[in-house]
């Protein structure tokens, strides 16, 4: 397993335990709602982050090696824009 995919993989569990923490918060009788929709908040946020490392390592996976040395500081842009 790669550095990158290691990161991924590790990155979706943390993800999946803050959904089962909002599922686990909603199943409660006395729901916290600010505390559920805090964590909500929080697995969005980390939702979007995977995102952006997954579409990185994709591109620096298929696009690198194949990139011609003129086009690296438009790459390296692209992948700026892609982190935000």
């Given at each position: 397993m790669t550095n990158d995919?290691?990161?991924?993989?590790?990155?979706?569990?943390?993800?999946?335990?803050?959904?089962?923490?909002?599922?686990?918060?909603?199943m409660e009788h006395d729901v916290d709602c600010l505390r559920a929709s805090t964590?909500?908040?929080?697995?969005?946020?980390?939702?979007?982050?995977?995102?952006?490392?997954?579409?990185?390592?994709?591109?620096?996976?298929?696009f690198v090696g194949k990139v011609a040395a003129r086009d690296t500081e438009k790459f390296e842009k692209l992948v700026a824009l892609i982190k935000g």
């Open positions: 995919t290691k990161e991924i993989v590790d990155h979706i569990s943390r993800l999946e335990g803050q959904l089962a923490s909002v599922k686990k918060e909603l964590t909500l908040l929080s697995a969005a946020r980390s939702f979007a982050g995977l995102r952006q490392k997954f579409t990185e390592a994709f591109l620096r996976k298929h």
